[in-house]
């Protein structure tokens, strides 16, 4: 495989020349290895233990671009004017959609297991919710399943558990 060893931590990841290679998915070919390697078989590992990372449930809160499956509903009652407040347990990653040159943090992808989590979450409490309109409902789960699909992809997700989860979202 083709690989490159990684600059000093002192250098700029632009001046790093990395050869092509033949890859499915360019984000592959970024993936640093333990030792600072690259490898062309290099897999990200997500290590987001929640459905939504804070900071991003945070900054989507600061921005007011939650969902109402999001809301603090206890806080929000509490503070009607302040809000809306995000709910931790209930904030859900969203879509991102790939940009040149941007390699994601470990700390932003979530596991297998928590994305298995978290696309029950979406099954089993949101697809029945029968307390707004469906086009709302179905628009939350799509984006939220696109984001699910997308972590799996940055880690080359395969076997039953993954068949299983995609086999649920459709």
């Given amino acids: 495989p083709a690989e490159v060893t990684a600059a000093m931590p002192s250098q700029p990841l632009s001046i790093l020349k990395i050869p092509t290679v033949d890859v499915t998915h360019a984000h592959l070919a970024n993936a640093a290895l333990p030792g600072g390697t690259l490898s ?5 590992v ?3 233990q929640a ?12 921005k007011k671009s ?3 499956f999001e809301y603090d509903l206890q806080k929000n009652q509490q503070n009607p004017n302040d809000g809306p407040f ?3 347990a209930r904030a859900v990653k969203t879509f991102h959609r790939s940009r040149p040159g941007y390699v994601p943090k470990a700390s932003d992808v979530r596991p297998e297991p928590v994305l298995e989590r978290t696309n029950e979450y979406l099954m089993r409490d949101i697809l029945g919710r029968t307390d707004l309109p469906f086009l709302d ?6 984006d939220r399943t696109r984001s699910i699909r997308q972590d799996m992809d940055l880690q080359n997700m395969k076997g039953d558990v993954a068949i299983d989860m995609l086999e649920k979202m459709l």
């Fill in 40 to 44: 062309q078989e290099s897999v990200l």
């Fill in 137 to 142: 409902v179905y628009r939350f789960i799509e």
């Fill in 46 to 48: 997500g290590t987001c």
């Fill in 86 to 88: 995000v709910d931790y």
């Fill in 66 to 68: 939650l969902h109402v």
């Fill in 51 to 62: 459905m939504c990372s804070q900071e991003e449930a945070s900054e989507r809160e600061l």
